[in-house]
């Protein structure tokens, strides 16, 4: 570089009147996040990461009405910052690196509120086969868009709520509320709808959407099996499956042997030989089946 130049090493008998220093480079100091959106909840914590720098840092927050700030042990004092919410509001958290020259400083802005909605991650309308279960993410956010990290669902006091009892929660564990997950089992044939609520610090619920489920029995094919001579039709038909929004759509593997109307089902027979009939059926509830049949 231009101005600069590097100096070869001599021994310190050749220059008695010497001193050096010691110079160490570090990456840019930096917090992730840069915002953070806290329930707020007494038992509620969340960690700061702290990103290149030193480890001479001075951790400090603008309004401690809203933040307190948790010092970790001193192994991991480098690396991050707890934070717990006392109320609602927004603060700002400083980190000074004094160990730089000059010192550096980096910032993150937390936002403490309380929730404002709660949304089960699903469409309206729904179909689950009976027997089987499925599994449904939770969001929790605030009016302007901002949505709680997954982990601090936990401390919303949040509740399953069914309208009839043709599917049931699995539960997970000794819990006072569910988390951001939530897994439901298909007992019993039928349709039913149900929802999830959440508790506000203020004690306040707030309800999610209502979710519409229907539980249908495995689809088959009717009849199992078949047997035609070249150039007699059949109708096939399919039992049990989704309902809701769904439709089925037949096809035949070899079309030399049998043809099958995409929609109807009716079954053709060509010539001699085998061939299998797939029934697939569309829509909230997607399965795919399939059935030999021979001509």
């Not at 006392?86 to 929730?115: F, N």
């Not at 539980?215 to 070249?230: K, N, S």
Request: glycine letters at 8%; charged letters at 20%.
């Amino acid at each position: 570089m231009d101005g600069y130049r590097s100096l070869p090493l001599f021994k310190t008998s050749d220059f008695p009147l010497a001193d050096a220093v010691r110079l160490q480079l570090v990456s840019t100091l930096k917090i992730d996040p840069e915002f953070s959106l806290v329930f707020f909840h007494p038992d509620v914590k969340v960690d700061l990461s702290i990103i290149g720098g030193s480890c001479f840092l001075d951790a400090a927050v603008n309004d401690s009405r809203v933040v307190d700030l948790i010092q970790p042990s001193d192994g991991l004092r480098c690396m991050r910052v707890t934070v717990a919410p006392k109320g609602l509001g927004t603060a700002v958290i400083t980190i000074k690196d004094i160990g730089l020259t000059p010192p550096l400083a980096t910032s993150s802005l937390v936002q403490v509120s309380d929730l404002d909605w709660i949304r089960i991650n699903s469409p309206e309308e729904i179909s689950i086969m009976e027997g089987s279960s499925q599994s449904f993410d939770l969001i929790a956010g605030v009016d302007d868009g901002s949505v709680f990290d997954s982990s601090q669902l936990a401390y919303m006091n949040i509740h399953l709520h069914v309208e009839s009892p043709i599917i049931n929660l699995i539960e997970d564990g000794d819990k006072s509320g569910l988390g951001s997950n939530i897994i439901i089992k298909a007992k019993h044939l039928g349709v039913t709808t149900f929802h999830v609520s959440a508790r506000q610090h203020s004690g306040r619920e707030v309800f999610s959407q209502t979710v519409k489920v229907e539980v249908y029995e495995a689809p088959r094919i009717h009849p199992e099996d078949i047997f035609l001579v070249a150039g007699a039709y059949f109708v096939l038909t399919l039992k049990g499956g989704p309902t809701m929004g769904a439709f089925v759509e037949y096809g035949s593997y070899d079309n030399g042997t049998a043809a099958i109307h995409q929609s109807t089902g009716r079954l053709f027979a060509l010539s001699p030989g085998n061939t299998t009939i797939v029934a697939t059926v569309f829509g909230n509830g997607d399965c795919h089946l399939s059935g030999i049949w021979y001509s």
